[in-house]
């Protein structure tokens, strides 16, 4: 944000403070994010906060290992020179509740096989984390970070990666009492690769970070799973996000592409599978986003491509503002759907080709694999909804569907409804997709659902059993 707003005219810098200012009012569950810069940088550990390990690594040469064996180690540590620290036997190094248990104050350092205690202490103004990097080519190996405040902090620490590291917030703080799991401020070539967070603000948060790469994490029962804020030509695939108020929202971002990801089960109060808010050029394919209360949040962002992703098992598949232009929706499906598109405003010009919504009883006389004629993907309930949000409190109601299928047989409203131009009649075949997971109980019909979505089973089935199952109460 700061490369970004200083390079920024005097014009553009007031529709920045805008669009900042925008987030707050329409985010999800209203929770406002406007970037945040870092704290005054944690100098080394007072005498009586000190771990008793420092002497060693006072005393290591330049490109040194220093091996560490098991026990328990209590206080902070500074590495202040490049050296690789390895633990044997998980070492556990017990901060002294008052800052950052290890800071890294040097390049070229790795830290594999710790377990790290924060003691729910520090200070958010100052990055408290049970790993806080400043610091370029890092290597934070097999890590466990727990009651940290920050687990994992990358202040201008490019080139870092963060690999196998497992990561526990502090339980029962509000996200705003505590940091993310993993945080990285104007870092540039990051690695953050197989991770587990749970219980954190973010799980992974990036601001003013660009062309990294993040693969193969989960995360869940935080507030958004990833978030990026002016972070630029990333890349991240191969990720479950779950449980949060926004499976991941990309804020003022360009050239973002991800694929294979799933983003399940956010199921809170306008909780979101996808936020976008002022993204361009953004690439989405072959992920599963399921059972979400709303699928697809777009608003202000241009020229984005969803393609091959399946979106299922959500109130709303797709909710789009008319503040978005030239967004395209190719291939894709939409299984089980209580209602495939809330648009907010009155016109879009986005476009929907060749995708299968479940929802679609148009004929294919032709036998082309495709219905005759175009698929509209609102109603005049539909509308409404999206321009009155109280207007969900009757979205199952009776009087809902009626008005919806009376406006279809006899159009009242002008003609600004979109529509899929040459709908699938059948579910494609997406290979690429991953699988909803298998480790939930069998008593999970929304698990079940899911995972038939996946292979294409039908939808009217499926829709009517997603239903059944909402009307019990059905909860993981």
Known sequence: MAKRWARAADGERVILALALAAVSAVGPQGIADHGTSPGTLEPRPASGQVSPLQRRIDDAASGATVEVAAGTYTGDL?????????????????GSGVGSVIRVRADDVV????????????????????????????????????????GVYLREAHGTRVVRCRINGIPGRDPGEKGSGIHAWNTEG???????????????YLQSSSKGHIGGNQVRDVRYGLHYMFSDDNLFEDNVFENGAA???????????????????????????????????VIAEDNLIADNARGIFLEGSRRDVFRRNIVAQSDIAIVLFASCADVRFEGNSFVGNMTPLSLVGKRTDTTFDGNYWSDNDEPD??????????????????????????????????????????????PVLE????????????????????????????????GIAIAVAVAGAGGVVLTKGARVARRKGARP
């Open 78 to 94: 500074e590495i202040d020179r490049p050296i690789t620290l390895i633990g044997h036997g998980r070492p556990l190094l017990v």
């Open 415 to 446: 003609a600004v409804s979109p529509e899929d131009r040459s709908p699938l009649v059948r579910p494609p075949s997406l290979p690429a997709v991953p699988p909803a997971r298998q480790d939930r109980s069998a008593g999970d019909v929304r």
């Open 190 to 204: 990051f690695r953050l690769e197989q991770n587990v967070i749970v219980e954190a603000r973010d799980g992974i």
């Open 247 to 281: 499976g991941t929202a990309i804020m003022y971002s360009r050239r973002i592409v991800f694929r294979r990801n799933r983003f399940l089960h956010n199921r809170g109060f306008a909780s979101v599978g996808l936020l976008f808010q002022g993204c361009d050029d």
């Open 365 to 410: 006389l032709d036998g082309d694999g495709r219905s005759d004629r175009p698929f509209r993907l609102s109603s005049v309930f539909d509308h409404l909804r999206g321009n009155l949000i109280a207007a969900d409190l009757i979205a199952q109601s009776f009087a809902a569907t009626a008005l919806g299928l009376a406006e279809r047989a006899f």
């Open 111 to 150: 830290i594999d096989g710790f377990d790290v205690d924060g003691r729910n202490g520090g200070d958010l103004g100052r990055d408290s984390s049970g790993i806080h990097v400043a610091g370029r080519r890092a290597t934070i190996r097999d890590c466990y970070v727990r009651r940290s405040l920050f």
